[in-house]
């Protein structure tokens, strides 16, 4: 069982981590995806430690220190595992807002996370909402880079679709078992990462180059993914980051005097 960390401990050690040390510069600004970065880690050493180093980290300050290097390193390093598949739905409900925990919205929703696309957002949002709307009312939720992690994943958990071109956007989406359309951008390659994700977990079709294609795979808004079956898959990649998690972790521990 996780060991529930006390509210002011959390606190210290969010407020301990030098942000303004981390690679967030004008390359890479502090956007809601490197907030989902931080976290996700924060979240993956605290239950590392837990369930593995009991008391080893019992300082705010040292583990602060420790996830803010692992942060750096993976910020700025390449094939760095993202350990968000270290925690499950139920652990990630508790970044959200209190009050929203427990929050039905009155209508189904459309959650559109579009960043790369920016300039044709209004058309793919279009032909999603058409498509859902048509098999029952629906709103349309956008979200951007200065909205809040908390609000961000209560929005995912709620989503009756979530239609995005980003990493988060899919990594939450299947974090959360929620069906989902992945825009790939041809021209750009930070785009590879979520495609080898998706051709792992033999969920491919999940992928829409094109506003055509997005329409002709409106299946895709009834079709259940094998959540299961993504499940099994997934084990592999968090076995992988959790391998690297505790290289770094036992790297750090070797260093100190």
Same mark, same amino acid.
Not at 36 to 62: D, H, I, Y
Not at 66 to 72: D, P, Y
Not at 196 to 206: G, H, I, K, M, V
Not at 234 to 248: A, G, N, V
């Given at each position: ?28 600004? $502090? ?22 180093? +009991?008391?080893?980290?019992?300082? +705010? ?5 420790? &996830? ?18 270290? $925690? ?16 039905? +919205? ?5 959650? *559109? ?16 909402? =058409? ?6 009312? $629906? ?9 809040? *992690? ?24 299947? &974090? ?31 992928? *829409?180059? =094109? ?18 079956? *993504? ?9 992988? $980051? ?14 100190? +005097?």
């Amino acid at each position: 069982m996780e060991k529930k960390q006390k509210p002011e401990e959390q606190k210290n050690i969010q407020a301990a981590i030098p942000l303004n040390s981390l690679p967030l510069s004008a390359n890479r600004p $502090c956007t809601l995806d490197t907030k989902l970065s931080v976290l996700s880690l924060t979240k993956a050493v605290e239950l590392f430690e837990t369930a593995n180093r +009991p008391g080893q980290l019992s300082q +705010p300050k040292e583990k602060a220190s420790v &996830i803010a290097r692992l942060i750096h390193d993976s910020l700025t390093g390449e094939n760095v595992p993202e350990p968000v598949f270290l $925690c499950n739905a139920m652990q990630w409900e508790t970044a959200m807002p209190t009050d929203k925990k427990t929050m039905v +919205p009155q209508e189904a929703f459309l959650l *559109v996370y579009i960043e790369k696309d920016s300039d044709r957002k209004q058309a793919w949002t279009q032909i999603g909402h =058409t498509i859902l709307n048509a098999r029952q009312p $629906c709103q349309i939720r956008r979200f951007h880079a200065h909205d809040t *992690v908390g609000d961000w994943l209560y929005a995912v958990k709620q989503s009756a679709f979530i239609l995005t071109d980003d990493y988060y956007g899919v990594c939450f989406a299947l &974090i959360f078992n929620k069906p989902f359309a992945f825009i790939e951008s041809v021209n750009d390659p930070a785009v590879n990462p979520v495609k080898e994700l998706l051709l792992s977990l033999q969920s491919e079709e999940r992928i *829409v180059y =094109t506003e055509d294609d997005f329409r002709k795979k409106e299946y895709l808004f009834r079709m259940p993914i094998r959540y299961h079956r *993504v499940s099994r898959l997934l084990s592999e990649r968090k076995k992988e $980051c959790l391998d690297w998690l505790e290289k770094q972790l036992s790297a750090i521990e070797k260093e100190k +005097p």
